[in-house]
């Protein structure tokens, strides 16, 4: 006979083993945050009349972070950060993630930290913990699988000539915090926390859907590089006005323009009340730029001339 689904109890009880060992610690820190692990795949409720909505995103020491700018609590929440924007850029909600961990050898209390940044991060947005795989391996890594679900999903594709470029918040502290740290030196207590601590932004990304948003992505590689794959996925040219970027204390348009690591928002839309999105979501939303008619592209401009605009970060070039 089949047990009714789902169990009485929030995970299932796990076999002996090292590697069932580092899982307990897991679900410990992760209290009710974890939802139904144990068994070999995680069931998912979708609700009725929505599409899923699925990223994977990676981390990994070397590459994403080091440890030398990271505490174990923040490379968790980051990682789980990160991946849990790709779903603010589509305007969907979380129904739950799945960690893919790779462990060198270390102490159970670096596992401890990581889980709790991890959890921290879920539980920001209200996502529950549903499954995952470890092992083990040479450098840290956090491959991080997104579930959520939307009932019209925003889409690179969808610019349209005439729109109106939106981004929120403002840019620059992450890659200054990066400046900073490569130059030997401490970055600016509000540059580090935009680093290690971005916010995926749920509920802003669900609010510019609906006021009208057609085509949207998160800042991961820098503003000028992602909004050139909208861009390129709509086949439109867009121009980015350097000046309107907003952007924190001590950064420049250029810098602001290509910095990465932002996790803000960009959509393209018809006209948006900016005022009042920010006194709804306490978030300030800036209008940077048009979708225009022309060469598929997009064009930084400064002064009403093209410049030369940063190339962003590049994971096959940028090592």
Known sequence: MTPDWPPSSPNLDLGPGKEFDIVRILLAEWGKAAQRIGDDAAVIDVPKGERLVVSTDTSVEGIHFTREWLNSFEIGYRATAASLSDLAAMAARPL???IALTLPEGN????????????????????PIVGGDLSSGKDLSLTITALGSAVRPLSRYGAKV?????VT??????????????AGHEPAEKDRA?????????EPAIGLATRGATSGIDISDGLIADVGHIAAASKVCIEIDAERIPRVAGVT???AAGAGEEYEIVVTAPEIDTRQFTEEFGLDLTEIGRVVAGTTGIALKQDGETIVSPSGFDHFRDK
């Open 253 to 255: 348009a250029v810098q």
């Open 108 to 127: 159970n209390s670096e596992v401890r930290a990581i889980a709790t940044g991890i959890r921290e991060g879920a539980s920001a947005v209200l996502c």
């Open 194 to 202: 935009r680093f290690a601590s971005p916010v995926p932004r749920i």
């Open 96 to 98: 739950g993630i799945l």
């Open 162 to 166: 005439g729109q109106r470029v939106y």
């Open 169 to 182: 918040g403002r840019l620059g502290g992450p890659a200054a915090a990066v400046r900073a740290w490569r």
